[in-house]
């Protein structure tokens, strides 16, 4: 049990389009779902927290409008990157909290933006 | 500030030479201290949730431990299958995690 999947794995766009990355929690309900990026060789950064049914809660510096995250059902998040650059490349990782405390999360979606 | 620190950062170890990680941790409140297990490339997956000091937690080659300060992963005996990047991470009640940078372990055969 505890299955998260990312759609899709990696994905290439050009400069100033929009991207949008799919996070399901497969097994179970997940009320809280989070958004990390990781650099090459860095530990995980905290984007945001999505909550069902209401806004995201954006971490200092991350741009929300930049960033946009829905949080429609108990099972599905999703991060827009809009207006991608390539500042933006990075390896993008969802997860999604069973319970009150436990993280579960997903493959990882690797962005390049040319 | 929650804080969480992980060493070494790199560990080489031969096959069967038993080691540990550490993971040292400052929280307000300590709600659960987690251990991920990341390969190259791929998102971290779950090993273990530790809640009080005392407590551990066992998954074939490895065991995770916890103190009021740290925590330890003892891995036995590794196999070349377990070279990954191991994660540890505190949630300290704001329902965020925290993590450390993470300790690289190579296993060679």
């Known amino acids: 049990g505890a299955v998260v999947s990312q759609h899709p794995s990696r994905v290439i766009c050009k400069s100033g389009t929009s991207v949008k990355i799919e996070c399901r929690s497969l097994d179970f309900q997940a009320t809280t779902m989070f958004w990390y990026r990781q650099f090459p060789k860095q530990s995980l950064m905290l984007m945001a927290t999505s909550n069902e049914g209401s806004k995201a809660t954006y971490e200092q510096g991350v741009e929300k409008d930049k960033f946009l995250i829905n949080h429609a059902s108990l099972t599905l998040s999703t991060l827009t990157v809009t207006s991608a650059h390539p500042e933006d490349s990075s390896f993008y990782i969802c997860s999604a909290r069973r319970g009150s405390d436990e993280q579960f999360f997903g493959p990882g979606t690797r962005l390049t933006v040319l | 500030e929650d804080q969480v620190t992980q060493s070494p950062e790199a560990l080489r170890l031969q096959e069967g030479e038993s080691s540990s990680l550490n993971c040292s941790y400052t929280?307000?409140?300590?709600?659960?201290l987690f251990w991920y297990r990341q390969d190259p490339g791929k998102g971290p997956e779950f090993l273990f949730t530790?809640?009080?000091a005392g407590e551990e937690k066992e998954k074939e080659r490895l065991k995770a431990t916890l103190t009021k300060k740290e925590s330890f992963l003892h891995i036995t005996a590794p196999k070349p299958e377990d070279s990954a990047t191991y994660l540890c991470a505190v949630n300290s009640g704001y329902s965020t995690l925290t993590f450390g940078k993470g300790t690289m372990l190579l296993v060679s055969p």
């Open positions: 530790l809640y009080s």
């Open positions: 929280v307000s409140g300590l709600r659960g």
